[in-house]
């Protein structure tokens, strides 16, 4: 069982990649230049995006789900024309998913956004990056390296920081979680004192059906190692 101090500090800072810059990801061909995709959210909702060429539909890339205040994966694929021009359309669609009514039920929205394609050089392109920044809108930014690097060109800066209110709201959902394991430990030692050969012989069926393993050094319900086994991994369980 976790305990509370580690479910907090597993939703510290968003799970990103560590590097300081990204490896070009693109590829050459007649028609253009492949690039990757990455999306970052801004926002204290989640996130999805397909970008697509708003004159050929098959090309079109993204569709990851990113949570609030995070970052995405590298998602294949967009095809760039080989040079840049101005005026050049890409096609957004985004998803996101708002809290709506007093009992907060989860409503999807879906925009289609008509963005510019920024200026990107004729070499080494970099990957296209996907932000939905914390306005609610759309950006496109061309970029080999991440949003926290000096050298980074987005005019937003800097990875995602959670609110407040969002981190609240998640240190209450896992200190549900550890509670709720807590209450689950103490309630089984209480049925292993008061009741021992019934939540023996239960758990021994139970571990029986499913991690045979964990009991093969016993010889069954009424073996006594076994009840000091069951008892020692509650307590454990409680402390951890």
């Known amino acids: 069982m976790m305990t509370i101090r580690r479910l907090l500090l597993s939703i510290l800072p968003i799970l990103l990649t560590a590097c300081a810059v990204l490896t070009p990801s693109m590829a050459t061909s007649s028609n253009g230049v492949s690039v990757s995709l990455h999306g970052v959210n801004y926002t204290g909702e989640s996130f999805q995006y397909v ?13 990851e789900h990113i949570s609030p205040f995070s970052a995405g994966g590298t998602m294949c694929c967009y095809q760039l024309p080989k040079r840049w021009a101005p005026g050049i359309q890409v096609q957004v669609q985004a998803t996101h998913w708002t809290k709506k009514g007093p009992e907060k039920k989860l409503e999807e929205i879906t925009q289609v956004h008509m963005v510019e394609l920024p200026r990107f050089p004729d070499r080494e392109v970099g990957a296209l990056w996907v932000l939905r920044t914390k306005e609610g809108a759309i950006e496109l930014v061309f970029s080999n390296v991440q949003p926290d690097h000096p050298d ?14 969002y981190r609240r709201e998640r240190w209450e959902l896992y200190r549900r979680s550890a509670q709720g394991s807590v209450d689950l430990y103490k309630s089984l030692l209480s049925k292993l004192q008061s009741n021992p050969q019934q939540r023996l012989r239960e758990s ?20 006594p190692a ?11 369980e409680l402390k951890s």
Do not use: M
């Not at 970008?51 to 569709?63: I, Q």
């Not at 076994?226 to 454990?236: C, D, Q, S, V």
């Open 51 to 63: 970008v697509g060429d708003p004159k050929d539909p098959s090309n079109s890339g993204g569709g």
């Open 152 to 165: 980074w060109p987005g005019r937003v800066k800097g990875w995602p920081e959670p609110s407040l209110e």
């Open 204 to 223: 021994w069926e139970h571990l029986k059906n499913r991690r045979s393993a964990e009991i093969s050094e016993f010889t069954g319900s009424e073996d």
């Open 226 to 236: 076994f009840a000091a086994y069951l008892k020692g991994r509650y307590i454990n």
